[in-house]
C-alpha cells in the first residue's frame, strides 16, 4: 500500500509542472498565486466596469490602446510600442500575467495571445465566475491601482503570427486550415456588412468554447467539437474574425488547453484582408 501511495506521488509530481503549465486559473489556484510578488493581474474589463469592481491590484488595459489609430480597426502597433505602453503601466514581460475580463473571456483572449506573441513565458487567463470568486473570497475594490513601471522587453514569436502575405501564399496549402470566429451570419455574409469569408476557411464561432457566465466547457468536451469541425492538431490553424480579437479564446482553448503545437493568428483579419480587392472573399 505505501509502494503504491509513494508511486502515485512521484507520478503527480512529474505531472505538476504540465498542470501548471495549464493556462487556465481556478480560484483557489488564484488565491495562491496572487500572493507572489512577481504575479500581476491585468484587468481587460470595460473602463466603466473596473471603476465599479476589480480585483484587488489589478492594473487595467485598455485594449485598444495596443491598436494603430485609424483603419482598417484592429492592427497591433509595433511590439516596441505596445512592450514600452506595458511597462509604463507596470507590467515587464518577466511576470506571471493573470488576466480576466468582465465574464465572456473575449477580451481575456485577445490579451492572452497579444502577451505570448510579445514573448511573455508565463500568461494564464482567470475565469471570471462570480459565484467561485465570493466563495474563495477574493477581495475585490472600486480603488484604482497605484502603478510602479517596469521595463518590458518584447521578443515577438513571429511562429503564432501571420500576416496578408503569408495568408496569401498559403492559401491552399494542404495542411493549413482557415477557421474564422465569427457568428455564421458574418463568415456567409448575411449579416448584411461582412462581404463572406477568405476562401477554404471554416467557420467556428468563439461563443462555441462556452462562455457560459464566465466559465468554459470542459476540455473533453471542447476537443470532441473541434474534432467534429475538422479542426484537428495534425494541421496548422490560423485562426482569424474581423479584427483578430474573437480568435484570441480560441486559440488559448487549442494551444493552452489542448496542447494543439501549431497554431496562429491572423492579425487585423478581414478589416486587413478586405481592404485589397483583389484578395479572393467567398
Not at 489589478?58 to 485594449?63: E, V
Request: one cysteine or more.
Amino acid at each position: 500500500m505505501k509502494k503504491q501511495i509513494y508511486t502515485l506521488i512521484i507520478a503527480f509530481l512529474f505531472l505538476l509542472p504540465s498542470l501548471l503549465a495549464q493556462g487556465l486559473f481556478d480560484t483557489k489556484g488564484f488565491a495562491k498565486a496572487s500572493k507572489d510578488k512577481n504575479v500581476k493581474v491585468i484587468s481587460v474589463q470595460s473602463a466603466k466596469n473596473y471603476r465599479v469592481s476589480h480585483l484587488r491590484n489589478a492594473i487595467h488595459i485598455d485594449q485598444t490602446k495596443l491598436h494603430n489609430e485609424g483603419k482598417p480597426e484592429g492592427v497591433l502597433k509595433p511590439a516596441d510600442d505596445i512592450a514600452q505602453f506595458l511597462g509604463e503601466n507596470g507590467i515587464s514581460n518577466t511576470n506571471t500575467i493573470i488576466v480576466y475580463d468582465d465574464g465572456d473571456n473575449k477580451a481575456a483572449g485577445r490579451m492572452y495571445w497579444t502577451l505570448k506573441y510579445l514573448g511573455v513565458a508565463d500568461v494564464k487567463i482567470l475565469q471570471k465566475d462570480m459565484k467561485a470568486w465570493r466563495a474563495a473570497r477574493i477581495p475585490l475594490t472600486p480603488a484604482p491601482t497605484k502603478i510602479t513601471e517596469a521595463t518590458f522587453a518584447a521578443n515577438p514569436d513571429t511562429k503564432i503570427f501571420v500576416d496578408t502575405k503569408w495568408v496569401k501564399a498559403n492559401l491552399k496549402t494542404a495542411n493549413v486550415l482557415f477557421v474564422d470566429a465569427r457568428a455564421p451570419n458574418e463568415f456567409t455574409g448575411d449579416d448584411g456588412k461582412s462581404p463572406g469569408h477568405i476562401p477554404g476557411a471554416i467557420n467556428l464561432e468563439w461563443k462555441s468554447f462556452g462562455v457560459n457566465g464566465g466559465v468554459l466547457k470542459s476540455n473533453e468536451e471542447m476537443a470532441k467539437m473541434l474534432k467534429s469541425a475538422g479542426i484537428t492538431p495534425d494541421k496548422t490553424i490560423v485562426l482569424y474574425c474581423g479584427t483578430a480579437v474573437r480568435a484570441g479564446l480560441p486559440f488559448f482553448v487549442m494551444s493552452s488547453l489542448l496542447d494543439y503545437p501549431n497554431v496562429k493568428i491572423y492579425d487585423g483579419a478581414m478589416n486587413v484582408w478586405t481592404t485589397d480587392a483583389s484578395n479572393p472573399v467567398e
